[in-house]
């Protein structure tokens, strides 16, 4: 088979723990670019973060990000899907987590907003360090929820909550899958990941291969965890990262080395190049 389309989840995936592409990943993913597949990154992540380790690779990629929620070309303005939460259903989410104590961050395309510098927030604004200016992710500490799904109802996409506390975690999660019209997963066992019902990374690429006019023997899907799922099963060749969970290996086609052991480069050199 010859495969058209490569999507790469990032965290845990295509990122090393210590949060870097290796050198063989970026050398066998412009091989498989020169060779003309289109090469995606598809992330939990927004939009301008998952931009920024895009631009390591040195190919034009389009971004699915938000889980599917959000897709755009890299180079260009252009977007290709958008699925926003509403603000009725961010409201319904954030009672819930407000009843666990856990603290909620919104996302939009380019910007998160929360009441405390914690988790996510706290990691962007670290990573913002990095960035140049016009790069940089719009950090908000929030005072009035109503006036901020309210100003940013067409452009939310994703809500993520993170707390230390897994078991409390776990109860939140179980109650937020009774909230009709939201899809909710998660990426580590210590969050839970809210999209507009309809949103995933498997209708993501969905998207995105009809976008291109590709059939799902065309691509080749790599992920590690829960929110990769629908994508490793979407697709013709569905990869599951050694350090992935069981569940999720055992629904995988093909099961790669780690993500610190070169398993995305391994999967492109035996499958593409």
Sequence with gaps: ????????????????DDKRISERSKKAIKLAYEKGVKIVVCTGRMFSSANFYADMLGVKT??????????????????????????????EILKVLNEFGIIAH????NSIFSEKLVYSAK???ELNKQLPEDQQISINIVEDWEKVFKENEDFIVKCIAIDDDVEK?????????????????????????????????GRGVEILAKFYGLKPEEIICIGDNENDLSMIEYAGLGVAMKNAPEHIKDKADYVADTNNEDGVAKVIEKFIL
């Excluded at 919104?106 to 395309?109: I, N």
């Design 106 to 109: 919104f996302h939009t395309p």
């Design 1 to 16: 088979m010859q495969y058209k389309l490569l999507c790469t989840d990032m965290d845990g995936t295509l990122l090393t």
């Design 123 to 125: 990691v962007y604004s």
């Design 62 to 91: 389009p971004i699915i990000s938000a889980n599917g929620a959000f897709i755009r070309e890299k180079d260009r303005d252009e977007v290709i899907y958008k699925n926003v939460i509403g603000k009725e259903k961010c409201s």
């Design 169 to 201: 975690v776990q109860k939140a999660k179980k109650h937020m899958q009774n909230i009709e019209g939201i899809e909710v997963v998660s990426s580590y066992i210590n969050n839970i990941e809210i999209m507009a019902e309809g949103a995933s990374k």
